[in-house]
């Protein structure tokens, strides 16, 4: 059986490019770049290469990015950054629909005595903006919203939000994991101060991240030690890793348009096919603003774990809630946020594509969804009732 | 992803006695949507009082599923006492093990059947009004009937 | 040029049998073993292996095993599990000579309102056990002691000041990240509370570590976000990474007696070879208690780095003090905590080797050392008078 991945929000293929860039500092060019041989010396200046291919993704510095292990860690290293330059301000504002790296963060700063924000969105997930500017304030020491949402895809007005936190001189920093390499970035016309991304979600291997710091923001180490990372992230660098990241970089310009073209044209296929042939589904999210690549599609009165098994039968891999949450037996907590009922909750499924899918594989996904949904809707007691309700 | 066994897949893909039987003779519900779970258990008793069909419906996760063709298969053939005694872990024995995470969906199994037994015995409202039936939310089965007549 | 690499306690050759157990999970099975699809879901099984084998290395148990992205991060998790779950307690004992993953981190705590004590170490590079023992407090929450030294080599006695800490019941944590794989480790019969290990020390890759967390330990996350390696540490598993970390622990096993054996000849005929052979050399450390693989050898009246560049000049690569901090100027803050006169401090060179050095490459060491040496100090002004002094 032949897999079809939807599922890259959870994660990626890594290029094989990206491998191939990797493979010789493994066994070959194993030296610590840190060290003072040249056999580690020439891992350096590989480094110093990754890092130019990871600041022109972005329109930024090279000095502004700070290698990180992932998107959790950049996210951590951003908020402690902030809180720790700004230690008399004990106020953090985010929103209820970040990823677990962001909300669970804050919630447990919250019980440590930080005060915290969480901005409500709306049923299409759009986040209630005035809500969040009445809530600044000269205590706040950070305000972090995602750039786009890994369930939905919904696109937030960061840059908007960002000039008007950088007016009240408050640090603004963006989730940028799901939006790096979909959707262009540019950090040089931007009132962003930093920026989280994450290897894996743009076909760089797992177990590498980066935080972009703007230049000028004020900064304290998350992890600390060594020198690495300009005193900035301890830890011997990940070179393989930071090399295969580089590459990746280079690789998401070029596919920028396709990811913009043809994967759209694929994810808007896939829903408005899927949201013709089966009836009771609905989109999550808000259609205007919303990443190319993906769709969370509710099939109301079902469950999601038994649709994804099903979708597993025909080796159609995708998501329900987010990767991370899944172990979890709740409903999504971004779903819940948007007041989507449970009943359409459950059943949500998120298909997120890229640019290995084909168009073959969204046909066999279309074909195959409508009587998964049907066969599980025979089961559930809630179908008829819900049909006449 | 969920340790399941090859039995619990089994009666997941393949689930065994799915529906409503019309002129039940026992009903039981049970269940939250909130933790994504809830089970409609209907069967009809022969001439010895033995439960001679049974048939479920749910609206769950593959270990609810599961467990909801599990039990109605082991129960088919026992008088009312003995259905009675049917404990979740039985059917989690029944199906070769279940995730502890996923043990609770189990449990929805026994109390359909205790609901539909007392409904049988005429003892149905005993402690159903606000009830808290499922551990992960603490939500009620009135919330419940409301949601669904809510949202649906 | 060949090069003869004996830095491998800077970083070490990644086994060509870890890259192949690696590679299929880049491109190929490169699902998130979080997921609910069996593409992902197979990975998930490999981890379980690969969280097996590491736990085999350490005599542990798989749940007692967190994967982290490096010694540095372990070392804080460490550190600040013990802090969180021990609110009350203000105190931190470590060492003097400790990594600055741990020293550094110590440090800033010392400054953010925590007492901290750092235990002093004699010429030899012995700890001070009775200093040690005598500030045990009931406000200590932690007590931190590498295994061994990376510096030198200098195994600590961290099994005899694990029961004397828990006898007080207090936390113990220890940095073998230069032990782990180099001396046999058994956990099952310790009374070591929580230990760090790093995997590109062991021939995996750079960018994934591990922190032994004994059962029962109380534990709070350094990474917070979603639920990975239970709850314990926040971050999309970087499957590759552990997979090579599992078949690298598997490898170390094999290895240890060649590794206590022939490497141990070989760091030995090296040693004592180069002491004979160039005048005013002399052993840094303990040489009772010391890793197979290690020798650090104070070169006086001349200075590291111009040694280190010489010695690049043939292709050998090793080090002055660690990695991490060899891009400062300053002598080695281990060498200056076991009082090595800064005249001995500042030329001394660390030797670090592993299964993969072969008698040649020794030999030719032992060939090129004394002449650089020798060219080295006619430059220098404090030869003749230290031949005279
Ligand atoms: C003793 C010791 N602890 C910690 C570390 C840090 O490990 P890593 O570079 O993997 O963070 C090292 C090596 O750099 C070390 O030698
Ligand atoms: C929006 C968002 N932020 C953060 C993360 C965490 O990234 P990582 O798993 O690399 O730590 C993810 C993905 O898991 C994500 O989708
Ligand atoms: S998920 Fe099945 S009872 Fe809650
Ligand atoms: S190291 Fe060059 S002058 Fe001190």
Known sequence: METVYVDNNATTRVAPEVVEAMTPYFSDFYGNPSSMHAFGGSVGAKLKTAREQVASLLGALPEEIVFTSCGTESDSTAIHAALQSNPDKRHIITTRVEHPAVKNLVEHLGKIGYRTTFVPVDRQGRLDLDFLYDRLSDDTAIVSVMWANNETGTIFPVEEIARKVRQRGIVFHTDAVQAVGKVPIDMGDSAIDMLSLSGHKLHAPKGIGALYVRKGTKFAPFLMGGHQEGGRRAGTENSASIIGLGRAAQLATEWMDEENSRVRAFRDKLESELLKRVPASMVNGDPENRLPNTTSIAFEYIEGEAILLLMDQHGICASSGSACTSGSLEPSHVLRAMGVPFTAAHGSIRFSLSIYNTEEEIDFIIDKMPPIIERLRQMSPFWREGQFA | ?152
Chains 1, 3 share one sequence.
């Open chain 2, 1 to 152: 992803m969920w340790d399941y066994t090859d039995k619990t897949k089994d009666h997941f893909l393949n689930p065994r006695n799915v529906g409503f039987i019309d002129d039940f003779d026992g009903i039981g519900e049970v269940g939250s949507l909130a933790c994504g779970d809830a089970l409609k258990l209907t069967f009809k008793l022969d001439e010895n009082e033995r439960i001679a069909d049974a048939k479920f419906q749910t609206f769950g996760c593959a270990s609810a599923i599961a467990s909801s063709s599990a039990l109605t298969e082991m129960i088919k053939g026992l008088t009312l006492d003995e259905a009675a005694k049917v404990t979740n872990e039985d059917i989690a024995d029944y199906l070769g093990g279940l995730p502890k995470e996923k043990m609770h969906c189990s449990v929805m199994g026994r109390d359909a059947m205790e609901k539909a037994i007392a409904y049988y015995r005429g003892e149905a409202e005993k402690k159903i009004d606000g009830e808290i039936v499922c551990e992960c939310f603490g939500v009620t089965d009135k919330q419940i009937e409301r949601a669904v007549k809510e949202n649906g």
